[in-house]
């Protein structure tokens, strides 16, 4: 019975509340919290010895980066196509999550590249710069006085 005491309690800790839970979909979502949960203690049972394991929110919220970053929901645009000048005068943001400290901190196919519109450093807010990490696809700075390229990859 420990187990299930165990998963009982870990899933009590951070529990998704759901108004009606006679629906049959809601279920989907129990079981997906509980496959959550079962995937972190596996991670705390292979974590090598001597390396801090990361906490329950903190796995189910790098799950969900990676889960939202890999998924590609291109739904078709309804309505009338815009012309021409009605897409240039609209502002066009490119809003880009922060990638998991896991795929930050992993040291492989991180290479500076050059953009050609000068962006907002993910670090120093203030500072705008055309220099973009491959692998993460955020903005640094990478000048002689600052270096945020090479802080946003090792803290």
């Known amino acids: 019975m420990g187990g299930v005491d165990l998963a009982d309690m870990l899933l009590e800790l951070y529990r998704i509340d759901f108004k009606s839970r006679s629906k049959w979909y809601m279920r989907i979502f129990f079981l997906f919290d509980l496959s959550v949960v079962n995937g ?72 500076p590249a050059w953009i050609e519109s000068k962006q ?16 993460c696809e955020v903005s640094l700075c990478f000048t002689p006085n600052r270096n945020c390229f090479l802080t946003y990859h090792t803290m």
């Open 40 to 111: 972190w203690l596996l991670y705390r049972r292979c974590l090598a010895a001597g390396q801090k394991p990361m906490n329950l929110l903190q796995f189910k919220t790098d799950v969900a980066r990676a889960l939202l970053s890999g998924a590609s929901l291109a739904t078709p645009k309804r309505g009338r196509p815009l012309s021409d000048a009605d897409t240039n005068s609209q502002k066009k943001r490119n809003y880009t999550c922060r990638p998991p400290d896991s795929t930050r901190l992993d040291g492989q196919g991180h290479f």
């Open 120 to 135: 907002r450093c993910r670090v120093c807010v203030q500072a705008h710069s055309k220099v973009k990490c491959v692998k």
